[in-house]
Antibody, heavy 121, light 109 residues
Framework: EVQLVESGGGLVQPGRSLRLSCAAS????????MHWVRQAPGKGLEWVSG????????GYADSVKGRFTISRDNAKNSLYLQMNSLRAEDTALYYC??????????????WGQGTMVTVSS | SYVLTQPPSVSVAPGQTARITCGGN??????VHWYQQKPGQAPVLVVY???DRPSGIPERFSGSNSGNTATLTISRVEAGDEADYYC????????????FGGGTKLTVL
């Protein structure tokens, strides 16, 4: 069964850091690009960041560029999001999503259940 | 940055056809993907590359894209289709960033 399981969310104070992880199973992880998408409470979806199969192509939303870093470890079938200088507006459910192809510019065909990040003092 | 505009809500009676639009500047030149999200659940891809369906998605779901408007069409709407629907594209003009529409709440009357 194809599965993505996120972890690492929680309550954090403004200005602090958090690292999210996404464990993939049921497919050949290093054949596909991967992404993070977030959803603030009661709001719509927002693409956060994406990384190609070999980490050769990486992109970020303007809202997180310079603060967040996406990475992957193909040997561990894992995707990560290092979030620094967190702000209240980063509060959201963070989804890990698999791309249809190895490049980043395709649809998200598999989604995890998400991990909640709350930034508050 | 590229903007996608969706109507906040669409209502339709069971058995009828629902059409959800996604507007964007020359969106017809881009590949549009559509996601369904039910309350408390993760999104599910229902249409990709304008009009293709992933395996397991009913034929009732179809898509089209031309000019400045992409459309998700749901035929013979069922109560279980009630959900939020989001369109999504890649903005090649801004370093290939992902862009989502604001979402449309489909209500089955």
């Amino acid at each position: 069964e194809v599965q993505l399981v996120e972890s690492g969310g929680g309550l954090v104070q403004p200005g602090r850091s958090l690292r999210l992880s996404c464990a993939a199973s049921g497919f050949t992880f290093d054949d596909y690009a991967m992404h993070w998408v977030r959803q603030a409470p009661g709001k719509g979806l927002e693409w956060v960041s994406g990384i190609s199969w070999n980490s050769g192509s990486i992109g970020y939303a303007d809202s997180v560029k310079g603060r967040f870093t996406i990475s992957r470890d193909n040997a561990k079938n894992s995707l990560y999001l290092q979030m620094n200088s967190l702000r209240a507006e980063d509060t959201a459910l963070y989804y890990c999503a698999k791309a249809q192809w190895h490049g980043t510019l395709s649809a998200f065909d598999i989604w995890g259940q998400g991990t909640m990040v709350t930034v508050s003092s | 940055s590229y903007v996608l505009t969706q109507p906040p809500s669409v209502s339709v009676a069971p058995g009828q056809t629902a059409r959800i639009t996604c507007g964007g500047n020359n969106i017809g030149s881009k590949s549009v993907h559509w996601y369904q999200q039910k309350p408390g659940q993760a999104p599910v891809l229902v249409v990709y590359d304008d009009s293709d369906r992933p395996s397991g998605i009913p034929e009732r779901f179809s898509g089209s894209n031309s000019g400045n408007t992409a459309t998700l069409t749901i035929s013979r709407v069922e109560a279980g289709d009630e959900a939020d629907y989001y369109c999504q594209v890649w903005d090649s003009s801004s370093d290939h960033r992902g862009v989502f529409g604001g979402g449309t709440k489909l209500t089955v009357l």
